[in-house]
């Protein structure tokens, strides 16, 4: 497997030859390249050090990956800030508690264990623009870099911050602790053996909230397909009606996304995390006196039922190409207080610019115990759509263009939005789909949704058709 060089990082399979994965040689390169371009994104006075922070999940590349970033920045000349096993979001915060130049994450979020990545922030903790990440590349392309004379290698220091993110977390106004203890919630954890079963623990019984964990040894063994989705989650899906719990919370191995599972077993579905806590933010919004309505965002392959929930409440919804730099561009653009991502992505500003999980079940299980329902109750007071997520494999990516040329034209009378891909929305039956080109491969990604699953499916066969006779054509 190659490299994947993204908006969300640089990542591959750990293994091999040089060039077939993310290689030793690769890792200390773009350690080096993203040094050597620290200069363009914050300048500092001849002679000043710059600090960086290192975190990482618990995949089992992860000390190795460490060792060599933490070695790197060294020879570079630049101090490091070691925070050992640490959730994204505790990172991203972390790099502003310590006034750190910027961060490194050493995660491949939901990709399984033989992945790593490096995830790379700026002085904000929050990820690097498609312009900033295509200036390391350059430089790393062309080992355009210098190391430091041994009398100014960078320092270490090392600094647990998980805490300190939880104390950020708990002192929001949003969040009701006295509510939540008062409910005596029992939750069902699933952290995939990763640094989910470190945070989201002391996170719970902070919120005096009984928790039975399942998958809680942060060794970096898998239990399951990592990515929290409700074919994977069998065994939480079970545990939680077999001890009678009050909800399942699952994770991903990096902790910035979030799925809940109702008390009977069903899925409450990950584009519904989102949905759910910001309707309750919104409520919350409502009771304030002279606050303007309500704006929130979140990608254009996530659930229409964000905008409906912000609607309701008199508000503004935008949409965002993919991407969580994009959506938090946005969102800065639009005063949005809140958004995210369907995949279970809570992004709320008022704590930081970066998908948490925590701050996801600190207000999920506020409004929850606010509200006095059960999980299946509080599920069935939001729209109800379904999306279909599907891919067309193509040898060739040149043709990508034309199909998306001829979904344009084939679409023509209904509403499109071409900023990522091509997005056709049928409003008066309250349905879309969504195509655009992977970065990385050949392929183009279809995302359709509907007030039913026959609808949204039979969206997507109607694109797959129409995809199907260019094939043809192109012979």
Same mark, same amino acid.
């Given at each position: ?182 409910? @005596? ?10 640094? $989910? #079963?470190? =945070?989201? %623990?002391? !996170? ?127 969102? @800065? ?10 995949? $279970? #992505?809570? =992004?709320? %500003?008022? !704590? ?124």
């Amino acid at each position: 497997m190659s490299l994947i060089k993204s908006i969300s990082g640089i990542r591959g399979t750990i293994g091999g030859k040089p060039g077939e994965g993310l290689s030793p040689i690769d890792i200390v390169k773009f350690t080096s390249a993203y040094c050597a371009t620290l200069p363009q994104r914050k300048p500092k006075p001849s002679g000043a050090r710059y600090k960086i922070v290192v975190g990482k999940d618990a995949r089992v590349s992860g000390e190795m990956m460490e060792n060599l970033v933490t070695g790197t920045l060294l020879a570079c000349g630049v101090d490091v800030v070691r925070i050992g096993l640490a959730s994204t979001p505790t990172t991203e915060m972390a790099v502003t508690f310590s006034e750190a130049d910027g961060g490194i994450i050493l995660t491949a979020s939901h990709n399984p264990r033989q992945w790593n990545a490096l995830k790379l922030l700026n002085d904000k903790g929050e990820f690097l623009t498609a312009e900033e990440g295509q200036a390391i590349l350059d430089v790393a392309e062309a080992e355009d870099f210098v190391f430091a004379e041994a009398d100014d290698l960078g320092k270490v220091s090392e600094h647990d911050y998980t805490d300190e993110h939880l104390d950020a977390v708990l002192a929001l106004e949003d969040v009701d602790r006295e509510a939540v203890a008062a409910a @005596r919630f029992k939750v069902v954890l699933d952290a995939v053996n990763s640094v $989910g #079963g470190i =945070i989201m %623990p002391r !996170l719970l019984e902070r919120l005096g909230v009984e928790c039975i964990r399942l998958n809680c040894e942060p060794d970096g063994n898998f239990a399951h397909n990592p990515e929290p989705l409700p074919e994977n989650l069998t065994y939480l899906r079970e545990t939680v009606v077999s001890t009678g719990a009050d909800l399942g919370i699952s994770v991903d191995p990096d902790v910035d996304r979030l799925a809940f599972i109702c008390e009977d077993g069903e899925p409450f579905v990950e584009e519904y995390t989102l949905v759910s806590v910001a309707s309750y933010v919104f409520e919350r919004n409502a009771a304030k006196p002279g606050l303007q309505a309500p704006v929130s965002c979140s990608n254009l392959s996530s659930s229409r039922a964000l905008r409906d929930v912000t609607e309701r409440f008199g508000g503004r919804y935008y949409a965002a190409a993919v991407g969580e730099v994009n959506v938090t561009t946005k969102m @800065r653009e639009t005063g949005a207080i809140i958004g995210g991502e369907g995949n $279970g #992505g809570v =992004i709320f %500003p008022a !704590l930081h610019y970066g998908r948490d999980a925590m701050v996801g079940v600190a207000l999920f299980l506020s409004n929850l115990a606010r509200k006095k329902m059960k999980v299946s109750e509080l599920k069935k007071t939001y729209p109800e759509y379904h999306i279909a997520k599907g891919k067309i494999q193509l040898s060739d990516s040149a043709i990508i263009g034309r199909i998306l040329d001829e979904m344009k034209v084939a679409f023509s009378d209904e509403e499109i939005d071409t900023t990522d891909g091509v997005k056709v929305s049928f409003e008066a039956e309250r349905k879309w789909v969504h195509l655009r080109r992977s970065n990385t491969e050949p392929i183009i990604r279809i995302y359709s949704e509907a007030p039913t699953v026959r609808e949204a499916e039979g969206l997507a066969c109607e694109v797959r058709e129409i995809a199907d006779r260019i094939i043809r054509e192109q012979g």
